[in-house]
């Protein structure tokens, strides 16, 4: 006797997960916590350029050296950008894709409006796509050197100062700090309801400290520009 031919196979348990709603918010929610965790990183070792040249170049040079002798010059630092695109690309194909459904699901406009969102909430989008273009003039002016006139390669000190005397570098700059100060407040908020931080009692804590990281972290970002304008880096 023939054997039936199975139809009712499942597809794979990760890409069950991927195509869910839950999935894709799940994604969105730890890729954006890497992220976060590499910008608090980032802007302490910004902060160290307020120490003068010699600390904030021999910084700069430490991060090519970490991990040696286990490591080979800048394989550390290669790492840390790989996540960091992995990261990148995972959080804004799932919020694309977030995106679509939602906009799918509701073809038609709401006849009664519900209360507000946050400032926050609304602009998550282009808040998202305006960081995403910041992260292409920044590696262009820091990383590649493309843009930055006055660049001196393998002096990183010198080419922030050279970006942040110039009235454009340091309107991209802030602006998109202040782009990424809403996407904190509102992303790291999201991301403890999705992962199950999140609860009536938790609530107010939980969006008290996605505040305070927004808070910090544009601050912190926004001070180095200010610090060259004023003379306070020189």
């Known amino acids: 006797m ?18 869910s709603t839950v999935g ?17 990183a980032h802007m302490l070792g910004n902060l160290k350029i307020f120490f003068g040249a010699d600390d904030y170049n021999g910084y700069a040079h430490w991060l090519r050296t970490l ?3 286990a490591l080979h010059y800048e394989w550390a630092l290669w790492i840390i950008r790989v996540v960091l ?23 038609v406009g709401y006849v ?11 602009t998550m989008r282009w808040g998202g796509v305006i960081l995403a273009l910041f992260i292409v003039w920044h590696l ?38 202040l782009a990424l100060g809403l996407h ?11 992962l199950g931080a999140g609860s009536r009692r938790r609530d107010r ?4 400290t996605a505040t305070g990281l927004a808070v910090l972290l544009t601050a912190g970002f926004i001070a180095v520009p200010v610090g060259v304008m004023t003379g306070t880096v020189h």
């Open 184 to 194: 904190i407040q509102h992303g790291f908020w999201s991301a403890a309801q999705t």
């Open 140 to 177: 262009l002016d820091l990383t590649t050197l493309t843009v930055n006139r006055n660049a001196q390669p393998g002096h990183p000190y010198q080419n922030v100062e050279a970006t942040f005397h110039t009235w454009y570098g340091d309107v991209i700059y802030i602006v998109a700090m």
């Open 85 to 107: 695109v992995a990261a990148f690309l995972a959080h804004g194909v799932s919020a694309y894709q977030l995106s679509r459904r939602d906009l799918r699901a509701r073809p």
């Open 112 to 122: 009664h409006r519900k209360a507000r969102a946050s400032y926050a909430t609304r």
């Open 24 to 40: 894709k918010k799940a994604v969105m929610a730890v890729s954006g916590l890497i992220m976060l965790l590499y910008l608090v």
């Open 2 to 19: 023939a054997l039936a031919t199975r139809t009712d196979r499942r597809p794979p348990t990760l890409r069950t997960a991927w195509d």
């Open 67 to 69: 991990g040696e002798p």
């Open 205 to 208: 804590a939980l969006k008290a």
